[in-house]
């Protein structure tokens, strides 16, 4: 263990931080990208919904299937950011 400690986002730093400056939440939190996961699950949603007004228009089964992948999706990362919310 560390009493210092850099994090990082697909290379880019996050910040450096001293063990007694941040929580153990805050940490879980930026590397669960919580605000990504809630801007992605809300494209997935909006991508469903598109899909299955072009679906209802078309009487496409594979924009249909697409929507129902995309809202199952958008569902589960929902959940997660639940349950790191749960976490804080």
Do not use: P, W
Not at 6 to 18: A, I, K
């Amino acid at each position: 263990m560390a009493d210092r400690f850099t994090l990082l986002n697909r290379g880019q730093s996050l910040g450096s931080y001293l063990k007694s400056e941040v929580s153990r939440e805050d940490v879980l939190e930026m590397m669960a990208g919580g605000q990504e996961m809630d801007a992605l699950q809300a494209e997935l949603e909006e991508f469903a919904r598109s899909d299955e007004a072009q679906a209802s228009s078309a009487g496409s089964h594979s924009l249909e299937a697409a929507a129902a992948a995309e809202h199952s999706l958008a569902n589960a990362i929902g959940d997660e950011a639940k349950k790191i919310q749960a976490h804080q």
